[in-house]
C-alpha cells in the first residue's frame, strides 16, 4: 500500500514539474513570438522608410539629371531634323546644240554673233501653265531659270507666257511667244538683255545690244538741227 502511495505522490510530482515546465515554455514562445512580430512590424518599417527614401532620392535625381541635360543641351548645337521641301524640276525646254547643224535649217543674222544655238521642241512654250520653271539657255557667262507668271492664248493661235528669273534680287522679265512654226522671246539678266529666236524648233539666242549696234548707225549725230528761219520768208 505504502509503494503504491509512494508511486502516486512521484507520479503527481511528475505532473507538476512537466505542467510548470509547460507553462514556462508558453510564456517564453509567445514572449518570442511577440518579439517575432515587433520584430517583423521594424523590419517592414524600416524597408517602407527605406523605400520612401530611395523613391525620393530616385526623384530627385531625376530632376538633377533632367535639369544637367537640359544644361547640356544649351551648350550643344541642336540640329534639328527637317523634312526636305519639294521643289519641281525646271522644265528644260529650250537645249543648246552644234551650231553648224542650226545653220543648216535656220541662217544666222547677218553681222550679228549668236550667244548660243538652240533646240526647242514644237509646243515647248504652248504647254507651260502658271507656277512652271524654265531652265533657260546660257546667257552672258550666265545660267537662269525663270518662273512663269501669266499666260495667254492670242486670236491666231500662238501663245505667250510671261515670268520673272528666279532667286534674283531684282525682277528680271521673261517673255516668250510661240506661234506655228516661230517662236521669239525677250529675256533680261544681271549680265543684259537677249533674245530668243527659232524655227521649226531651232534657232539662236543674240545679245540685244549686239543686235543694237547692228541696227544702228552710231556714225550719224542723233540730234536735230534748227533750220534759219529767213530762209523760208
Same mark, same amino acid.
Given at each position: 500500500m505504502k509503494k503504491i502511495i509512494f508511486f502516486l505522490l512521484l507520479v503527481i510530482i511528475g505532473i507538476?514539474?512537466?505542467?510548470? $515546465? $509547460?507553462?514556462?515554455?508558453?510564456?517564453?514562445?509567445?514572449?518570442?513570438?511577440?518579439?517575432?512580430?515587433?520584430?517583423?512590424?521594424?523590419?517592414?518599417?524600416?524597408?517602407?522608410?527605406?523605400?520612401?527614401?530611395?523613391?525620393?532620392k530616385e526623384e530627385n535625381s531625376s530632376v538633377e539629371d533632367i535639369d544637367k541635360a537640359l544644361a547640356s543641351e544649351k551648350d550643344d548645337d541642336i540640329i534639328e531634323e527637317v523634312e526636305p521641301e519639294m521643289v519641281e524640276d525646271a522644265k528644260d525646254i529650250m537645249v543648246e546644240t552644234d551650231i553648224d547643224e542650226v545653220q543648216k535649217e535656220l541662217p544666222i543674222k547677218e553681222g550679228i554673233t549668236p550667244v548660243a544655238s538652240i533646240k526647242m521642241?514644237?509646243?515647248?512654250?504652248?504647254?507651260?501653265n502658271i507656277?512652271?520653271? =524654265?531652265?533657260?539657255?546660257?546667257?552672258?557667262?550666265?545660267?537662269?531659270?525663270?518662273?512663269?507668271?501669266?499666260k495667254q492664248t492670242h486670236k491666231?493661235?500662238?501663245?505667250?507666257?510671261?515670268?520673272?528669273?528666279?532667286?534674283?534680287?531684282?525682277?528680271?522679265? =521673261? =517673255?516668250?511667244?510661240e506661234g506655228k512654226s516661230m517662236s521669239f522671246g525677250t529675256i533680261t539678266t544681271p549680265n543684259g538683255s537677249f533674245e530668243i529666236e527659232t524655227k521649226n524648233g531651232v534657232g539662236y539666242v543674240y545679245s540685244t545690244d549686239d543686235i543694237d549696234k547692228k541696227l544702228i548707225?552710231?556714225?550719224?549725230?542723233?540730234?536735230l538741227v534748227p533750220t534759219d528761219a529767213h530762209s523760208h520768208e
Open positions: 507538476g514539474i512537466y505542467l510548470s $515546465f $509547460f507553462s514556462s515554455q508558453v510564456k517564453v514562445d509567445k514572449a518570442l513570438m511577440v518579439n517575432d512580430i515587433e520584430q517583423l512590424d521594424t523590419d517592414v518599417q524600416e524597408e517602407l522608410i527605406l523605400d520612401d527614401l530611395i523613391e525620393e521642241p514644237k509646243n515647248s512654250i504652248k504647254n507651260l507656277g512652271d520653271t =524654265v531652265s533657260l539657255p546660257y546667257m552672258g557667262n550666265g545660267q537662269f531659270d525663270a518662273k512663269i507668271s501669266d491666231n493661235g500662238s501663245v505667250t507666257v510671261t515670268g520673272n528669273l528666279v532667286d534674283s534680287d531684282k525682277e528680271y522679265s =521673261v =517673255v516668250l511667244t548707225d552710231y556714225s550719224k549725230k542723233d540730234t
